[in-house]
């Protein structure tokens, strides 16, 4: 079993910054790839970021391009979303999610539908 847990969502203005971070735990495999999705009220959950296990694979969605970055330390087994220049439609709930599959380490699957491990969620409020 693998456990993820999320930490550093936050109420913040418009124009600030947050780090969220991503713990995991568990049948951790040294493959893979991690991301974080997001949900807004009365919306689909959504792609934010991915990156493999190597780190030389990292999507975004276009949205976020130029504000957010994420990264992993695979020693300590935590991946972090840095988020600059938040916007008022950046307001959601972000999720950690994970797929040890070695077949998507090439190119880490933007679909929640890919993704079997989630975390229970950190909500990001940006005020206008």
């Known amino acids: 079993q693998v456990q993820l847990v999320e930490s550093g969502g936050g109420l913040v203005q418009a124009g600030g910054s947050l780090k969220l971070s991503c713990s995991a735990s568990?049948?951790?495999?040294?493959?893979?790839?991690m991301g974080w999705f997001r949900q807004a009220p009365g919306k689909e959950r959504e792609f934010v970021a991915v990156?493999?296990?190597?780190?030389?694979?990292?999507f975004y969605t276009d949205s976020v391009k130029g504000r957010a970055t994420i990264s992993r330390d695979n020693a300590k087994k935590t991946v972090d979303l840095q988020m600059n220049s938040l916007k008022p439609e950046d307001t959601a709930v972000y999720y950690c999610?994970?797929?040890?599959?070695?077949?998507?380490?090439?190119?880490?699957?933007?679909?929640?539908?890919?993704?079997?491990?989630w975390g229970q969620g950190t909500q990001v409020t940006v005020s206008s």
């Open positions: 999610t994970a797929n040890f599959d070695p077949g998507v380490s090439l190119i880490p699957p933007t679909s929640k539908d890919e993704y079997k491990y």
């Open positions: 990156i493999n296990w190597r780190g030389d694979r990292i």
């Open positions: 568990g049948r951790v495999y040294s493959t893979g790839a």
